[in-house]
């Protein structure tokens, strides 16, 4: 019974790891001998549908020729190997954000892969590459609200930085115990169509790829990302970082790229996003960027240097993601204090200009950037606690588990005593008020400040 708040605690929780250093990492492209980037094969499209825990992502970028933004995204999320849970989410934001974007999830069933894994499918949903690797088409049936209908097709080679496009965790690089892989498309032609409750929206216009597969526990792996993805009619600029919890040394990993028509200019493991300005969000207190910086640095095939540049004002933030949302209350308190995570995504989408130098030739071009910074958990620990034993997590994690089983045995008590078959907030108050404890969240002053 109440199986559901166990598996939600330990699937999205966890707790702090212990220090293990920044060598317990190997960044991806670090490794001697390593390519700045490899450019994409079809075999390097693959889905790799891990049997331990891993989220994998394919998320498809769109900028309409009209203006509008957003993406398609299917989230394929095995939790411990026992169980799999997949998502196909639609979010399209309205021209200059004009009216409220239109933003739907819907969990799939009977979902596989084709014999290569190339190609998903779900009841309702497709996503298929075609036969020399250089399409995809997207057609999803699953919500009225948002009926999908198109095709993503390569105009500049794929990449991945280094030879793999994967960081590994581990004190033994030999045998790493989680990772973290990221391939892209840079830059797509984008054709097709997303039917709405209020009529259809043509979306032809520019696009990008991203294939993304975290394998452990998501806020283990990273407690800052940030993410840029800048379109114009001659560029496009892809930078994406993350830096990894104290416990492996807070170390930033980055992966980069810049493509024109038909020809990627460089990539590699480069570049930099810096939140210029920011200002305190009150119901979270992360430092919401409203200004930005974002550098790109490499090589051109031909060996001449090149750097990329787009500053400026974010603007009004498009949305604010509380990636936690769904879990239920009482457990989103329990893992924010123990685990200190609280994930929050802000998304921008201005328009600048970047300013890209190769060689002596200097080039400018307003474009429409799509930028996320991602908090999820603290950078440094409270108390000046440089290294923590390994052992008292387990002892924190299981003084957890048993407070937990201890409340909800009594509660499930009060409730077949009264004969009924729903657990109310009020029983868990009683329970707590007759153990003579306080379960933030229940607390009645917590609980008259929600109302």
Request: proline letters at 5%.
């Amino acid at each position: 019974m109440f199986s559901w708040a166990k598996s939600a605690l330990s699937a999205v929780a966890g707790t702090e790891e212990p220090i293990y250093g920044p060598e317990a990492i190997q960044p991806v492209g670090k490794n001697a001998g390593d390519p700045a980037f490899t450019e994409l094969a079809k075999e390097n499209l693959k889905w790799q549908a891990l049997n331990y825990t891993n989220v994998e992502t394919q998320t498809f970028y769109f900028l309409s020729d009209a203006g509008h933004i957003g993406f398609f995204q299917v989230i394929y999320n095995n939790i411990f190997g026992a169980r799999t849970t997949v998502q196909f989410n639609t979010k399209l934001f309205y021209p200059n954000n004009e009216k409220p974007f239109l933003w739907s999830s819907d969990p799939l069933s009977n979902h596989g892969f084709d014999e290569g894994h190339y190609s998903f499918h779900a009841d309702g949903v497709s996503i298929q590459l075609n036969e020399d690797g250089s399409a995809y088409t997207i057609k999803a049936a699953v919500n009225n609200s948002s009926l999908v209908n198109v095709k993503f097709t390569r105009t500049a080679p794929g990449f991945q930085g280094g030879k793999t496009g994967t960081s590994n965790y581990g004190t033994d690089p030999k045998e790493p115990w989680g990772s973290m892989h990221h391939h892209f498309w840079p830059r797509c032609g984008v054709e097709g169509s997303v039917i709405t409750r209020e009529g259809e929206i043509k979306i032809d216009g520019r696009g990008m790829f991203s294939h993304a597969l975290q394998g452990m526990k998501p806020h283990h792996a990273a407690a800052r990302w940030n993410f840029a993805n800048f379109q114009s009619p001659s560029y496009s600029a892809i930078l994406m970082e993350f830096k990894t919890p104290p416990s492996y040394g807070s170390t930033v990993v980055r992966v980069s790229g810049i493509a024109t028509d038909g020809k990627l200019l460089t990539a590699g493991i480069n570049g930099e996003i810096k939140h210029l300005e920011t200002k305190q969000d009150s119901d979270n207190d992360w430092p919401e960027p409203t200004s930005a910086s974002y550098h790109w640095v490499g090589k051109t095939e031909d060996g001449k240097e090149i750097t990329a540049e787009v500053t400026g004002a974010l603007g009004n933030k498009y949305d604010r993601v509380d990636v936690m949302a769904e879990v239920p209350g009482f457990i989103k308190t329990i893992v924010a204090s123990a685990a200190g995570t609280k994930p929050y995504i802000y998304q921008y989408a201005p328009k600048l200009t970047i300013r890209v130098k190769v060689g002596d030739e200097v080039k400018e071009e307003e474009g429409v950037l799509f930028t996320e910074a991602t908090f999820v958990s603290r950078l440094a620990r409270r108390g000046g606690v440089k290294r923590i034993s390994a052992t008292i997590y387990d002892d924190v994690r299981q003084a957890l588990k048993s407070r937990l089983h201890d409340i909800l045995r009594e509660v499930v008590a009060v409730v077949e005593h009264s004969g009924r078959k729903t657990v109310c907030v009020t029983d868990i108050i009683f329970v707590l008020n007759r153990q003579g404890r306080q379960l933030y969240g229940f607390d009645p002053a917590f609980i008259g400040r929600r109302r």
